[in-house]
C-alpha cells in the first residue's frame, strides 16, 4: 500500500510492509517525520521538531517499527526544518504536512 502528498510527483511516501512503515524522502531537502497511531493520537503530547533521530535525508528511506493496533491506521507527519526554537534547544518545523496509512 502506497500513500501520497500532494498533488503529481508525491514529496512524501510511506508504504507498509512486514515490520511497519518505508518513508520515503522525495524532496531535495532534509524532511523530518513523526508516526502515531490513530487512536493515541488523543491522549500523548507530541511537537514537531528536528534530531537526528527523525531525520531523513533528501532522496532517501527509512524503516519505521510502527504498530497498526488497534484502530489498524497511522498518522504520518513531516516537514521541513524551520526556525529555531530557544525554548526547546531544537529547530521547529517551516510547516506539518501528514496523511494516513491504513493497513488491511
Not at 487512536?39 to 497498526?68: G, H, M, Q, Y
Not at 484502530?71 to 513531516?78: D, E, I, L, N, R
Not at 516537514?79 to 529547530?91: A, Q, R, S, V
Amino acid at each position: 500500500m502506497l500513500c501520497l502528498y500532494g498533488a503529481g510527483p508525491a514529496n512524501v511516501t510511506a508504504k507498509v510492509v512486514s515490520s511497519g512503515l518505508v518513508i520515503t524522502n522525495n524532496t531535495p531537502r532534509e524532511v523530518y517525520y513523526e508516526v502515531h497511531e490513530e487512536t493515541r493520537l488523543a491522549r500523548i503530547e507530541w511537537a514537531p521538531i528536528c534530531t537526528d533521530e527523525n531525520r531523513i535525508l533528501p532522496k532517501k528511506s527509512v524503516r519505521v517499527p510502527t504498530n497498526f493496533k488497534p484502530s489498524g491506521k497511522v498518522h504520518v507527519f513531516w516537514w521541513h526544518k524551520g526556525k529555531y526554537l530557544m525554548d526547546y534547544n531544537h529547530y521547529g518545523p517551516d510547516e506539518v504536512r501528514s496523511f494516513v496509512i491504513e493497513k488491511r
